[in-house]
């Protein structure tokens, strides 16, 4: 498909991705951009002109592709848009009460008081996806243009490796590589700038990063991935506002992770769980472990008489601070969890993704200005990070997630000497550490554990839940996850790791079929939630996520 011609649009500014962090930048940029233009025309002074802002999104619609119900700090969103309670912002409720526990396999230990970093007074339980579908209009109505269903598929460079922009993913490509009669060909969009706001493990950030070496000298990420559900609950058994976070059960003491519940408005209870992706066992099962948790007797009283309404699960990046890459360079700035811009230890990012989207805004503005575009003229993005609270707040928990490599105990000794001692702990800073996969030891002849019984009522197998996250993908095109040598998967994985495939996927992409005496993985790509855990869990590193045509996935609603 190399001989394709494509049509090449320019325009000056370009967000990849409509999550919190992209359209926080573009919003800001824009304001930035119209209050210079304003002013120079009171005061005679140089106009910027007519700047193009365009965000791409590969989901059906803006806000599609979100699905986490979170504990937000509004900050951000305050400064952005001093009018957003008059705009109807989404906010679902401020926190109103707290639950910070510990579960044994059948018991609760509620903490007497909520460990600081776990204390939300002041911050609100938001709907991502409500949240995300707000705003997008608004940031539209301000001058921005957003196309959905245009996902990125690879980044396009001058000679000098500078980013000049994105080329999109074609349409109408059949299964077996051909074009079909409705074939569309992606263009090249070309960009000033271009700000990368993919979300966790994005497909082209992964290569930019790669390419660029811009992860040389930090540590390697880490990431966890986060299964939930949406409950509906008999009428006024939810108080909006009430957050819970447990430890312990069902997870081993060697797996890093955690619970959360959060109450939200019309009797919706947002619960889910989530999995350190550096685990051992390869064997651990994200989606199986929820289920568990689910079925735990406190647990499975407060879901008593509901209905699980959508599913969905994500990967959040854990590693922090020293697995930060270079987050801006020639042509381009990386912002929200591309960037790593989240707090593990408060297990919150739309802030400082927000934040993140509004300091790139800032460095692009001056950039634009002095119409320079290269690395020295970008770092200031990087100067206004490490000049706020956003360093000081990764910076208190840089080696948070280090902590638990010996296992949960030593973690929550270690992670609380880290918050007296503002974050050092007594080991000072931990950079020697390995890759998510790394960790994940062979199966030395263990049987696969026995299928999980689901009642369909409190737990519930993968595809049941796959289908309460409104997955579509056209299955006559080829698959997105691309396994990039099959014959590892038949001749080593089987007998090292039992094809750990298929019990890390929380969607039932991949199987194991039986074929000619041995096992083979089936890939089941139609089924994807678009979580990445395969990308970043496999141990060989031969899974390749790349985004499936425009439109595909899940489509969350209320999530």
Not at 5 to 10: A, Q, T
Not at 338 to 356: D, R, T, V
Not at 404 to 409: A, M, S, T
Request: proline content about 6%.
């Amino acid at each position: 498909m190399e001989n394709i011609e494509r049509e090449s649009l320019e325009v000056d500014v370009l967000f990849v991705g409509a999550g919190p962090a992209s359209l926080a930048g573009a919003l800001k940029l824009r304001q930035l951009i119209n209050a210079h233009n304003e002013q120079a025309e009171k005061n005679g002074g140089k106009s910027l002109g007519e700047i193009s802002i365009c965000v791409i999104e590969k989901g059906r619609e803006v806000g599609a592709h979100m699905c986490s119900g979170a504990v937000m700090d509004i900050r951000v969103l305050k400064e952005l848009l001093p009018n957003y309670e008059e705009l109807g912002a989404p906010l679902e409720s401020e926190v109103t009460e707290e639950d910070v526990s510990y579960l044994t396999a059948t018991g609760k230990i509620k903490s007497p008081i909520i460990p600081p970093p776990l204390n939300n007074h002041g911050k609100y339980v938001v709907s991502l996806n409500k949240l995300i579908r707000w705003l997008g209009p608004i940031v539209e109505a301000a001058g921005v243009d957003i196309y959905p269903e245009f996902p990125g598929a690879a980044v396009l460079y001058d000679d000098n490796n500078q980013v000049i922009g994105v080329q999109t993913g074609d349409k109408g490509i059949g299964k077996d590589g051909e074009p079909r009669d409705n074939f569309e060909p992606g263009a090249n969009l070309l960009a000033k700038v271009t700000v990368f706001g993919e979300g966790s493990r994005g497909s082209l950030t992964k290569k930019l990063v790669e390419k660029l070496k811009l992860d040389q000298g930090r540590n390697p990420q880490v990431y966890s991935t986060g299964v939930k559900e949406i409950w509906e609950l008999p009428k006024g058994r939810v108080k909006p506002g009430f957050v819970m976070h447990s430890l312990g059960y069902p997870l081993p003491n060697d797996t890093y992770g955690g619970s959360f519940i959060y109450g939200m408005q019309n009797d919706l209870l947002d619960i889910g769980l989530v999995v350190g992706l550096d685990y051992r066992n390869p064997h651990t099962d994200p989606h199986r472990l929820f289920q568990q948790f689910k079925a735990h007797p406190h647990i499975a009283k407060m879901l008593e008489g509901g209905k699980m309404l959508y599913y969905g699960a994500k990967t959040v990046p854990m590693g922090g601070y020293f697995a930060q890459p270079k987050y801006y360079g020639d042509g381009f700035c990386l912002i929200g969890d591309s960037a790593s811009f989240l707090n593990s230890q408060k297990l919150k990012g739309i802030h400082l993704a927000m934040q993140s989207g509004v300091f790139a805004a800032q460095a692009i503005f001056e950039a634009l200005l002095a119409d320079k575009y290269d690395d020295a003229q970008l770092k200031r993005y990087y100067d206004l990070v490490e000049g706020s609270y956003v360093k000081q707040e990764l910076y208190e928990v840089r080696n948070f997630h280090q902590a638990f490599e010996k296992g949960r105990i030593w973690g929550l000794i270690e992670s609380g000497l880290q918050y007296i001692t503002g974050g050092a702990g007594i080991r000072g800073d931990l950079r020697n550490v390995k890759a998510g996969h790394e960790h994940m030891q062979k199966i030395n002849g263990a049987p696969d554990p026995a299928p999980l019984q689901a009642d369909k009522k409190l737990t519930f197998d993968k595809l049941t839940d796959v289908y309460h996250a409104s997955v579509e993908h056209s299955e006559d095109q080829p698959s997105h996850l691309k396994i990039l040598d099959p014959n590892i998967c038949v001749e080593r994985c089987t007998k090292e790791y039992g094809n750990p495939c298929q019990h890390f996927c929380p969607a039932a992409v991949y199987e194991v079929e039986e074929v000619n005496g041995g096992r083979r993985p089936k890939v089941n790509f139609s089924n994807c939630v678009h979580c990445k855990t395969c990308d970043i869990m496999d141990p060989y590193q031969i899974i390749d996520w790349v985004t499936p045509e425009g439109g595909g996935g899940p489509n969350y609603i209320n999530t």
